[in-house]
């Protein structure tokens, strides 16, 4: 009899037209046989292979005192003036440590390879510039900060402190190692920023999307992206994470670090971008109140975030709103009415295509709009 199978996931396992299961990144997948219209299903479960390198590295020394820090927020998040989902996770001091010079630690052997001194694009005057550094732990694990505001005599010696507009950190001639614990940069709250970047990049992880191809093409930054501050030892790991929260302060305990896995098939969570097919170059965009990409992301405390849509690309729905609903539960068509004003309605189409409706001012419509809406894809 012809047996018809099929993988509910993937992004996780695949399966073959005559049932041979293929593993493709660590989670768990429902696979389904349909045979005369009856269908059996069986979950299996993928895990990561070991890592070929040994011993993997372990953060022991704490990259910033977490006594200092009011929050840090989670991975996979809109970000970057609310244009996307980010990789980074931000950490804030506390009001009180405002003009204090926060000493930050190599949080392990390490080797510093690159660094770059700037001053944000659009920074107001008087702005203290950064530096961006780039950590390599080994065995696949590096590190980024950004906003960094100040650097060891022996690490400005190794690079150009020429103060440029760009983030972007530049490899040095000879790579600086350091120690676990030895000194590597401050941070000051107040001097133009009120937290600093921390990315972390595990070729061990493969972060999956409801599109590979798009983000293999357009966002390898985002495909090794894991949490920062699992990485370190548990005693240390426990206390960052209880200081989970959002970029108001609030802490969110027992929120978890987030992922960048955000797309969750046939709802509206995740990254959503205005062109059908993989273009050859990208860059962000806007039409009208209609941002490329458009990401939306449930935060924290369970508020939506919707970012690059409207003038301020910001929406925002806590969980207190009568409109509020977990994105990755919407299956049909949904709005949103945002906390500050202004409205959504978005209405899904298929797995992999989503139309989206704006208006600035006044409560959701009855209907979707018939027109005026902007219709994005995977």
């Known amino acids: 009899r012809p047996v018809t199978w099929i993988s509910a996931a993937p992004g996780v396992a695949t399966v073959s037209g005559s049932g041979m299961v293929t593993g493709v990144a660590p989670g768990s997948a429902t696979i389904a046989a349909t045979a005369e219209g009856v269908t059996g299903r069986a979950t299996v479960t993928v895990t990561a292979p070991a890592p070929s390198c040994s011993p993997r590295p372990v953060l022991t020394a704490p990259l910033v005192d977490p006594a200092v820090l009011q929050v840090v927020t989670q991975i996979g998040m809109v970000g970057g003036a609310n244009t996307s989902l980010v ?48 950590l390599d732990f080994g065995c696949g694990l590096t590190m980024e900060l950004y906003h960094v505001k100040d650097l060891p005599a022996g690490l400005k010696a190794a690079t150009d402190t020429t103060i440029v507009s760009s983030s972007a950190w530049q490899l040095l001639a000879t790579p600086v190692p350091l120690e676990a614990g030895a000194p590597l940069g401050w941070y000051i709250r107040g001097t133009g920023s009120i937290a600093f ?6 070729t061990a992880v493969v972060n999956r999307f409801e599109n590979q191809a798009r983000h293999v093409a357009h966002f390898r930054n985002l495909l090794n ?26 802490r969110s305990p027992g929120a978890g670090c987030g992922t960048m896995e955000r797309d969750v098939p046939g709802t509206p969570a995740g990254h959503w971008f205005q062109q059908a097919t993989v273009p050859t170059t990208w860059g962000l965009s806007k039409v009208g109140a209609y941002g490329d990409p458009l990401p939306i992301a449930l935060g924290a405390d369970s508020t939506v975030y919707v970012g690059h849509i409207g003038p301020a690309n910001d929406l925002r729905v806590s969980r207190t709103n009568s409109t509020w609903r977990n994105p990755a539960t919407i299956t049909t068509a949904w709005c949103y009415a945002g906390d500050a004003g202004g409205w959504l309605w978005l209405r899904m189409n298929s797995r992999t295509q989503m139309d989206a409706a704006y208006g600035a001012t006044g409560s959701c419509p009855a209907a979707f709009p018939a027109a005026g809406f902007m219709a994005y894809y995977r």
């Open 225 to 250: 992206v894991t949490c920062p501050w699992t990485a370190f030892a548990p005693a240390l790991r426990d206390q960052y994470l209880a200081r989970i929260g959002d970029g108001t302060g609030v």
């Open 197 to 202: 970047d921390v990315v972390l990049y595990d």
């Open 87 to 134: 990789g980074r996770s931000y950490a804030f001091p506390t009001a009180a440590q405002t003009g204090v010079r926060l000493p930050l630690f190599a949080p392990a052997a390490l080797r510093v390879l690159g660094l770059r001194h700037y001053v944000p694009q659009g920074a107001p005057a008087g702005y203290v510039p950064d530096w961006s550094m780039y």
